[in-house]
């Protein structure tokens, strides 16, 4: 079945550490997403992609960096950068000819610093 | 600026009764998209409903139905006969100009009690 997986599910990084949160998606999407969920807010948008070797800053880029070597693909390294890390991390992507419509998510990456 | 406002953090609803969940929005786009989450404690989003703003008809989908009132800047999630399934947070979601991105608001914790 088509869909997107993160992983790990469950991730601890000691203060100072960069870690990275793998997306993988088998939906021929072209635009994948990073989006951060902290408790009683929405998602808010850190990066995005629409294009292989091509990303976009979202609204809270700093503190992160991504990668889109292969259009499958969309991992997101939380940096030492980052002064408040720990939060859910769902990663998104659609097929542009969609428009918003066809969002999927994942199933989401709870990181935290320990 | 464009946003989204729930205004409710948490509802609850007797098994098979109908709820409303509110949700409002800012954006001086003339084109643009609404959509309904499902966010259950797994944490995966799950897509529910998604009214264009040249849609006529409020949009429907099984048990849920999207009430737009375009000149008020409503959006809300009409949910009937609730089932205790229905027990999760739900976020509404703007994409501006139909584009690939969402805004998404805080979120409604709905609590369904047999």
């Known amino acids: 079945d088509g869909g997107i997986t993160q992983s790990p599910k469950y991730l601890f990084r000691k203060e100072g550490q960069n870690v990275t949160l793998s997306c993988e998606q088998n939906?021929?999407?072209?635009?994948m997403y990073w989006y951060r969920q902290d408790p009683g807010q929405g998602l808010r948008l850190i990066y995005y992609?629409?294009?292989?070797?091509?990303?976009q800053k979202g609204d809270i880029a700093e503190g992160y960096s991504v990668s889109r070597e292969k259009k499958e693909s969309f991992p997101l390294t939380v940096t030492s950068a980052q002064k408040n890390p720990t939060a859910f991390y769902l990663c998104?992507?659609?097929?542009?000819?969609?428009?918003?419509?066809?969002?999927?998510f994942g199933s989401g990456t709870r990181l935290t610093v320990v | 600026a464009q946003k989204i406002t729930q205004t409710q953090p948490g509802m609850f609803v007797q098994e098979k009764e109908a709820v409303t969940l509110d949700c409002t929005y800012d954006?001086?786009?003339?084109?643009?998209?609404l959509f309904w989450y499902k966010q259950p404690s797994s944490g995966e989003m799950i897509f529910l409903i998604y009214q264009g703003s040249y849609d006529q008809q409020n949009a429907t989908e099984g048990r849920y139905s999207l009430n737009f009132q375009k000149a008020r800047k409503s959006a809300n999630l009409v949910i009937s006969a609730s089932q205790l399934g229905d027990s999760a947070m739900y976020f509404c979601a703007m994409s501006p100009r139909n584009t690939d991105k969402l805004i998404f608001g805080t979120g409604t914790r709905l609590q369904v009690f047999p």
């Open positions: 954006t001086s786009d003339p084109s643009y998209g």
């Open positions: 992609s629409q294009i292989v070797n091509d990303f």
């Open positions: 939906l021929n999407h072209d635009a």
């Open positions: 998104a992507s659609i097929s542009l000819r969609a428009g918003g419509k066809g969002y999927t």
